[in-house]
């Protein structure tokens, strides 16, 4: 989200660089396409465009783009799907891959299973009802540190039980 940005951007702007830090298309308090037929609205050929068109609204040419995790596979693409709008790309906890000779969730599904996070929520609505069914909990999960030594897992329902 571009919250997490806040801290950067606050030195971008001490450093005289001007930044910007948008969510993309369906996060944060963005109004994206709603509903099961808005789902391929969110692919890789509209969300490039989606930093393309924030380029055009800011009267912008060319940008610098930073990404990280979902963000840096997005920004990778910038630069081949309009080549014209980047100054540079930087990745961040994502390399740059070609790409898959066959469908991504394909490939996941195979080598990491049905409870891989990315695969078990191609489920239309299923990723919203888990994680709002208790933010506070879904939110400890993703951004607490990891725990010390091995730990049992049962998909999403493992829950830290002392003083993780």
Known sequence: LAFSW??????????GVWA??????????????KGQGAVPEYDMAHRPGDLVGRLDHLGVD???????????IVVWQMPLMHPT???AVVGLNTPYMLRAPVD??????ARMGEEMYIVHFQKYGEADAIL????RRAFDMF???????PVASAGF????????
């Open 6 to 15: 806040r801290h950067q951007l606050k030195a971008c702007e001490a450093a």
């Open 20 to 33: 910007i830090a948008p969510d993309q298309r369906g996060y944060g308090l963005t109004e994206g396409p």
């Open 62 to 72: 060319k940008a610098i783009f930073v990404g990280h995790d979902w963000g840096g």
């Open 85 to 87: 709008r980047n100054a």
């Open 104 to 109: 991504p969730i394909a490939i996941m599904r």
């Open 132 to 135: 709002d069914a208790n933010v």
């Open 143 to 149: 951004m607490r540190r990891p725990l010390a030594g």
């Open 157 to 164: 329902s493992t829950e830290r039980t002392g003083d993780e």
